[in-house]
């Protein structure tokens, strides 16, 4: 069994408003401590309402971007620099919807990932496969491309960042991984850390792909999957707490 705690971390993207966010952290914080570490990562608009509502909490925060960029002409991007006077903690790179929607490389996602740590923000990089190239047979052969970018341009740092692998056919889709096709991902990723890095064994790999409490407690009963990178599901303190208590 592992002795990694778990890291639950709750990715709203594109939701949120005043109203319902001051409600949903409102009922996170009132379900009390649970024995995995929690996270949100919120809108950027939100970030310092957020940042405020949760300081004295043991519930930490991150974005769900940030730029390659230190500062300059370019914009609409917002740096990590920025993001750290907030005391921001992680931020989401690589995300599915980021690669496919903005046509993010594995470089620019690498780029991103050194951009965070160098200011003391926990990455969580994402990597994962469509249903396409699953069918193909080339899943290994993907996650293992999209996370060596990051692994080189992280360098001696690698065992400082999240790694969270998200099947993309099983994102917002109602489909979902079963443990063992999970589980065996993660224990690829897992063995590529350890050809990286001596810190591997500690590292935390997240799997992110329509995780419900339903399914939560036999995804997160696998011995390479260290918690859970949260989408619809974490929109509802009840069924984000749940996930977190089966952790």
């Known amino acids: 069994m592992s002795t990694r705690r778990k890291l639950v971390v709750g990715n709203w993207k594109m939701h949120g408003s005043h109203a319902a966010n001051a409600e949903l952290l409102q009922g996170i914080l009132a379900g009390g401590p649970t024995n995995a570490d929690l996270a949100v990562c919120v809108p950027f608009p939100y970030l310092s309402e957020v940042a405020v509502t949760l300081a004295t909490s043991a519930v930490a925060w991150g974005s769900q971007d940030v730029s390659a960029q230190e500062q300059g002409a370019y914009t609409g991007e917002v740096s990590a620099t920025m993001l750290r006077e907030f005391g921001c903690r992680y931020a989401i790179v690589g995300h599915s919807e980021r690669r496919a929607y903005h046509g993010e490389s594995d470089q620019a996602v690498a780029d991103k990932a050194k951009a965070a740590l160098g200011k003391g923000i926990t990455p969580i990089v994402c990597v994962g496969e469509t249903l396409a190239q699953r069918e193909a047979g080339e899943t290994e052969a993907v996650v293992k491309r999209q996370l060596s970018a990051v692994i080189h341009a992280l360098g001696h740092c690698v065992g400082e960042m999240v790694v969270a692998y998200e099947p993309v056919w099983a994102i917002g889709t109602g489909k979902v991984a079963t443990p063992e096709q999970a589980q065996a991902v993660h224990a690829l990723l897992r063995a590529q850390l350890r050809a990286a890095t001596p810190q591997a064994d500690t590292m935390k790999i997240l799997y992110g792909g329509s995780m419900k ?35």
């Not at 999957?225 to 208590?245: E, H, M, V």
Request: proline share 9%; glycine share 12%; no cysteine.
């Open 213 to 247: 409490p339903d399914n939560a407690p036999t995804l997160l009963s696998q011995p390479d999957i260290d918690g859970g990178l949260i989408g619809g599901a974490a929109l509802k303190a009840a069924d984000f707490l749940a996930i977190a208590r089966a952790a």
